[in-house]
């Protein structure tokens, strides 16, 4: 995963514009956004899956960065003061309080657009994504978490859940997969998604944890894992490595 890891930034890297680049403040923050990053799980979820469907990680590299540069918009976007109005995201000032909120904006719609630059040499990744991370998923998610009688279950897996299920599907179509194998990673990201939310809100002691308390969430995040888990049995024993990620996901919530 480590070796996913640094080539996903060198990806990523390469595909930015340099922060020398006219309008520099811009060009600075798009890449502020984006390094020195997070755990970059989800352009990991694409490279492991596309490997498992037994694609060379030279060919996922372009759509695992892209889907990077999505969620770290829509990390960007969520901070800003009409959102969760954030001051630090991973340890540094957020990215409006370190250029301003317009340029934030400006940025975060940045990223967006330089994803879709990328995706539009894979059209029927573009297609997916793009349902993916609209209205009709994290979007529409985001909306949902703004709502006081929220559905918990729901927002979740539009807010998280959709970009971790496209970005399997991604891996899956980047290497061809055929359809019964793309439809198991599929089913394998949507419950992937709601147990990343379920240890999010144990390690934040939000949302499922408030409702339904510290341990029924843990015994929940325990069952979707095993769910997850079930959807890999079609790729035998080289499901390790997303069988990894599950259980670092698990450990991390305790
Ligand atoms: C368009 C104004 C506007 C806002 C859109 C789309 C959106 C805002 C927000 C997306 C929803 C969101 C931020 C979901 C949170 C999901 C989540 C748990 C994020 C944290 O992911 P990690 O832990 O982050 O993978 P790192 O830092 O590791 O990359």
């Given at each position: ?35 020195p ?14 490997s ?142 709601e ?60």
């Amino acid at each position: 995963m480590k070796n996913y890891s640094s080539k996903i930034n060198q990806t990523l890297n390469e595909i930015l514009p340099p922060a020398s680049l006219s309008p520099k403040k811009l060009h600075r923050a798009m890449r502020y956004a984006v390094f020195p990053g997070g755990k970059r799980i989800r352009p990991i979820l694409v490279c492991a899956a596309s490997s498992l469907c037994g694609g060379k990680i030279k060919k996922a590299l372009p759509a695992a960065a892209a889907i990077e540069l999505i969620h770290c918009y829509s990390l960007v976007h969520d901070d800003l003061p009409g959102m969760d109005n954030d001051d630090f995201r991973r340890g540094r000032p957020t990215v409006h309080r370190k250029f301003g909120e317009a340029t934030a904006l400006l940025a975060g719609c940045g990223l967006l657009t330089l994803a879709f630059e990328i995706l539009s040499d894979y059209p029927k990744i573009a297609s997916r994504v793009a349902r993916a991370i609209g209205s009709r998923g994290m979007i529409g998610g985001q909306e949902l978490d703004l709502s006081r009688d929220k559905n918990l279950k729901l927002t979740s897996l539009k807010k998280t859940g959709e970009l971790f299920r496209v970005s399997l599907e991604a891996g899956a179509l980047v290497a061809g997969c055929p359809g019964k194998k793309l439809r198991y990673l599929s089913r394998f990201g949507i419950k992937l998604g709601e147990l990343f939310q379920l240890s999010d809100d144990i390690l934040d002691e939000d949302g499922f944890v408030k409702l339904i308390g510290k341990n029924k969430t843990r015994a929940r995040a325990r069952r979707v894992a095993r769910e997850a888990k079930k959807e890999l049995g079609i790729f035998a024993n080289r499901s390790q490595p997303l069988e990894g990620i599950i259980d670092r996901i698990l450990n991390r919530a305790g």
